[in-house]
């Protein structure tokens, strides 16, 4: 379900190209878990499953963080950062995650909550 709060947030963003990505990461967070909860939290837009953290959209002055929770478990690729635990892509200007990885990458973090 959407929030009106992380929506208003994210249109809030300094440029439109961290609106757009981070409409797209919202978008990919929703069609990988159903049903997921959304709510601003820490000045952040944090994603919820069945009341536990799945994810959080990070915006910074250069970038835009996709930290996905509950990795300790998962198998995650270089460029990401971060402790066992939660682990986060950094994405600048001009660069296009793979949301296919990302999805994939969240489903089985989430799988567990």
């Given at each position: 379900?959407?929030?009106?709060?992380?929506?208003?947030?994210?249109?809030?963003?300094?440029?439109?190209?961290?609106?757009?990505?981070?409409?797209?990461?919202?978008?990919?967070?929703?069609q990988t878990i159903p049903g997921v909860e959304e709510r601003i939290q820490y000045k952040k837009?944090?994603?919820?499953?069945?009341?536990?953290?799945?994810?959080?959209?990070?915006?910074?002055?250069?970038?835009?963080?996709?930290?996905?929770?509950?990795?300790?478990?998962?198998?995650?690729?270089?460029?990401?950062?971060?402790?066992?635990?939660?682990?986060?892509?950094?994405?600048?200007?001009?660069?296009?995650?793979?949301?296919?990885q990302l999805s994939e990458l969240l489903a089985q973090a989430s799988q567990t909550l």
């Open positions: 379900m959407r929030n009106e709060e992380v929506t208003a947030f994210i249109e809030k963003l300094g440029a439109p190209w961290q609106v757009e990505l981070s409409n797209r990461l919202r978008e990919m967070v929703h837009p944090h994603f919820l499953k069945n009341g536990h953290y799945a994810a959080v959209i990070s915006p910074s002055k250069n970038a835009i963080a996709f930290m996905i929770m509950n990795t300790t478990d998962v198998e995650v690729p270089k460029g990401f950062e971060g402790p066992p635990e939660r682990r986060w892509l950094k994405i600048k200007e001009g660069v296009t995650p793979d949301y296919n």
